[in-house]
T-cell receptor, first 107, second 115 residues
Framework: RKEVEQDPGPFNVPEGATVAFNCTYS??????FFWYRQDCRKEPKLLMS???SGNEDGRFTAQLNRASQYISLLIRDSKLSDSATYLC????????FGAGTTVTVRA | GAVVSQHPSWVICKSGTSVKIECRSL??????MFWYRQFPKQSLMLMAT?????????EQGVEKDKFLINHASLTLSTLTVTSAHPEDSSFYIC???????????FGPGTRLTVT
């Protein structure tokens, strides 16, 4: 079983729409949780950390459910520039990456 | 933010040759550097963790004699893919952390194609 599982998508949404997706993780000892963004053929970049109480960063909202071991990301008012692959990442001693969820925002 | 560079950004080599990839922290000292590999449409997989001045710690299934890692200074780590084969073709990404910090800063990656 993979440590981090994500729906690969793609999620195709129009500009201005809301899109949400989540991931599940298998290691209950995971301590830290993140969403990274990866553009095609580029390195991953930290989008936001995810806290137990849920947190928001502009149009992005992340939630963590430790009991069910899943993490979600919601993007409001999608922009064309949000088109990317979003990587769910969990950490106990090392970072474990999901394979990513691809989001395509169309004009 | 902290900047990590990699060189080369892409390389094509013939089967059987060795390729060296450099990872540098440009504006901070990196006590720990990480090497990842990513195949198309797959997740980044940690290959090894290297601490300056000591031997790298390899993840299960990664051959240490094939993927040689050297972390000789606080700003430079190198990964050498020895006797490369087509199945080694992948996107290799390094990352680095500052002492006491948790965030990893990723390099831009090196795309290796072995023909």
């Amino acid at each position: 079983r993979k440590e981090v599982e994500q729906d690969p998508g793609p999620f195709n949404v129009p500009e201005g729409a809301t899109v949400a997706f989540n991931c599940t993780y298998s290691n209950s000892a995971s301590q830290s949780f993140f969403w990274y963004r990866q553009d095609c053929r580029k390195e991953p970049k930290l989008l936001m950390s995810v806290y137990s109480s849920g947190n928001e960063d502009g149009r992005f909202t992340a939630q963590l459910n430790r009991a069910s071991q899943y993490i979600s990301l919601l993007i409001r008012d999608s922009k064309l520039s949000d088109s990317a692959t979003y990587l769910c990442v969990v950490k106990e001693y090392k970072l474990s990456f999901g394979a990513g969820t691809t989001v395509t925002v169309r004009a | 933010g902290a900047v990590v560079s990699q060189h080369p950004s892409w390389v094509i080599c013939k089967s059987g040759t060795s390729v060296k990839i450099e990872c540098r922290s440009l504006d901070f000292q990196a006590t720990t550097m990480f090497w990842y590999r990513q195949f198309p449409k797959q997740s980044l997989m940690l290959m090894a963790t290297s601490n300056e001045g000591s031997k790298a710690t390899y993840e299960q299934g990664v051959e240490k004699d094939k993927f040689l890692i050297n972390h000789a200074s606080l700003t430079l780590s190198t990964l050498t893919v020895t006797s490369a084969h087509p199945e080694d073709s992948s996107f290799y990404i390094c990352s680095a952390t500052e002492p006491g910090a948790y965030e990893q800063y990723f390099g831009p990656g090196t795309r290796l194609t072995v023909t």
